[in-house]
């Protein structure tokens, strides 16, 4: 289904069915030997979604090795293992450095909340559509679980006013805050990712944190890149042309717009980020454009 200005969707359509798809990677991931990562929420989140395909996935059902000869679903699983601890190092250093406000946007599955070692006083803001947020809470709490610092679910669409109920759960701009936008940004047009780090910008006191994805190609190489990877979904039973979820056309390089608007940026490729782990980015034309992505951080001056 293609992307409309005022679309919506819960976990098993649209571009809520690639949050539980990232959340099958992940649980993947953890169980591999040697992990960079360890969700325990991955796989029971994505098996109350119900997306067969997936549920199959985290349930060791469908060997991916005989499915995918050529590695398309193992450098996804690398990909999210990889960046998903580049996100989790994030918040724990913000922690360490004395940032007691966290803000997740566009959190889908994420379950950061509930299964890492927030300092003491941390306050955590997650914000996603308010089925997305209603799935996830009443799941989580189903399964026994317990947020890991104070937590406040924010339920609005990031094309409303999403500042302004942010304000409404209690956030404090005076504070120093650490933002995610983790696995976001082409799902948004090219001006709306403006203004969400122009609003971020506007939300961030001096020493505020920022970490984020920048692919150079914007939308475009990603979506060429998931149409491939739909045709190979479908064969499975999944019948989702991801292609159809991304915002093409030009659009700033993260970088040098957040300098612009007084960030202090750095940023590491694909390649580095693996090296990081000691993982080798693999090679390919499936995976040209994963390769030419990098991990942003920020901090506000």
Known sequence: ???????????????????????????????????????????????????????????????????????????????????????????????????????????????????????????????DQPKVIEFKTETLATLGASPTAELRMVSVDLREDWPAALRAKGFDDTKPTAWSAEGLLAYLPPDAQDRLFDNITALSAPGSRLATEYHPDGGAGIADRSKMISDRWRDLGLDLNMADLFYTGERNAVPGYLEGQGWQVSARSRAEMFALHGREFAAGDLNATLRNSSSVTAIRK
């Open 1 to 127: 289904m293609t992307r409309s200005d005022a679309d919506s969707w819960d976990l098993a359509t649209s571009v809520g069915t690639t949050a539980t798809m990232v959340a099958a990677a992940r649980a993947v991931a953890s169980r591999e030997e040697n992990a960079l990562i360890d969700d325990p929420f991955a796989a029971p989140l994505v098996r109350a979604v119900g997306i067969d395909i997936f549920t199959k996935i985290v349930d060791g059902d469908i060997d991916m090795a005989a499915v995918d000869t050529e590695g398309t679903a193992q450098v996804m699983t690398d990909v999210m293992a990889v960046r998903t601890r580049f996100f989790d190092d994030f918040f724990l250093e913000a922690g360490r450095a004395g940032v007691r406000q966290a803000v997740i946007l566009a959190s889908g599955l994420d379950s950061r909340s509930y299964r890492l070692a927030w300092p003491a006083g941390m306050m955590v803001y997650e914000i």
